[in-house]
Structure formats: C-alpha cells, structure tokens
C-alpha cells in the first residue's frame, strides 16, 4: 500500500505557522482518508524567524497523537546551527545568515549581538545549560535524504546525474546549480527546500517547496500524487 506523503518546505522558525500547516495536514488526511500518512521535514528548521527554539522543541517530540509518521531531514541551516554549538568560536560566520535570531530564541541575544571571536571561547558551559540536549541530539540525528520509490527528499537538491551514494553532503546541504536548470538527471523526482519562490515550483524531475516563509508567512507542503503535486 502506498504511503500518501506531504512534504514541508523550509520552516525557519516559524512556528506558528508550522502548526498552522500541520493542521491543514491533519484536515486533508482526516477528509480523504489518506492510508499511511507521512510527513517529510526538508531541513532549514531554525534561524531567520522569531522561534527556532519551539520548532526544535515540538519536532524533538518522541512522538505525535495524530498517527502521522514524520521524517525530519538536515538542512544547511540545521548543520550550520550544530556546527556552532559544537565549537562556536570557529563558526561565528553562523551568525551572519540568521543564527543571531536562533540565539534570541533561546534567551541569548547577547550573544546574537557580537561578532568578536572572544565572546564565543568560554561558552561551553552556557550553551549546555542553555540548549536542551533533546534538541541538540535532534540535530545530530538528521539523515541528509529519503527515498520513496522514485520521489527522493533533500534540503537542497542534488549535483546532476550523480548517483545518489556519490552525492556530497555539501550539494545536498547547498546546492542551486547546476541542479535548478537541469533537474536531477537521474529517474527520479527531487522534492526539495533552499531555494525560496513566493510559490512552489514544479520543474523537470523536481519540486520545490520553499516558499520563504520567514519573509512571506507561508509555508507550503505538497501533497504528492501519482503525477505531481497538490500544495497546502
């Protein structure tokens, strides 16, 4: 029996809006009886929107009373996050493409509001007591990609005509081209985040649902069909 999957695109945190999606979810598998319901996460959960903290809190959650299995995927932001938590006086870089937000969602906008390297070499001890460690192992359990049949799920995309156990973790973390104008390349379809459009996009071997919900408020999942996609 084949699972009906919805796929949802970069969250960024926003989690008011994540609730809202998965709401809609719920309504639309409750309306068309959908047969094992699944959602797929496509990365980019934190940085950028007002609260990073509560949607890794609610997708760290051992579990949901709705019957929906959910997949969580890595997304460069999420690696990026993990990467700072790790040895932040290295990866103050992070700061500069959003992260200043995640750490004001967790109460530390001291920290978000510099960018000097000693600031960031005795924190240790305050990002362990600051961090739950349920969300950093979230973090460090992020698989890259999942394949359904021919529908393969990535934050970024995929180099072009690359099998997939050659792909690097840095293309399917960061890509844009050559994968936007060529698609995948290979017999399949990618459904993917990372690059934000005010709508999805549907392109060759491709599917897009970044709709840039930090700056637009609207996060998108798509429904997938046995000949696309319908969006929430």
């Known amino acids: 029996m084949r699972k009906q999957i919805y796929a949802v695109g970069d969250i960024h945190g926003c989690y008011t809006a994540l609730l809202a999606l998965e709401a809609r979810i719920r309504e639309d598998v409750s309306a068309t009886k959908a047969e094992r ?3 797929v996460y496509l990365g980019d959960y934190v940085d950028r929107g007002p609260a990073s903290e509560a949607v890794l809190q609610h997708l760290s959650e051992a579990g949901h009373p709705d019957g929906i299995e959910r997949i969580a995927l ?4 999420d690696d990026a996050f993990l990467r700072f938590l790790k040895r932040p006086a290295e990866n103050i870089a992070w700061l500069d493409f959003g992260g ?8 530390l906008g001291h920290l978000a509001n510099s ?6 070499l ?18 460090e359990q992020l698989p890259l990609l999942a394949l359904h049949d021919a529908q393969l799920f990535v934050h970024a995309g995929i180099r072009p005509g690359v099998a997939l156990d050659e792909q690097t973790e840095e293309d399917l973390l960061w890509i844009r081209e050559p994968f936007l104008a060529e698609g995948p390349n290979l017999p399949l379809t990618v459904i993917h985040g990372h690059t934000a459009n ?10 897009c649902v970044d709709t840039g919900c930090y700056a637009t408020g609207r996060l998108t999942a798509a429904k997938l069909t046995e000949t696309g996609a319908v969006f929430l």
């Open 122 to 139: 005795n924190i240790a001890a305050l990002l362990e007591e600051t961090i739950p460690a349920r969300h950093i192992r979230f973090l």
């Open 198 to 207: 005010v709508e999805p996009v549907v392109a060759r071997g491709r599917i």
């Open 115 to 120: 960018r000097r390297r000693r600031d960031f």
């Open 74 to 77: 890595c997304g460069n932001h």
């Open 37 to 39: 319901p699944l959602i």
């Open 100 to 107: 200043d937000a995640t750490l004001r969602s967790y109460g």
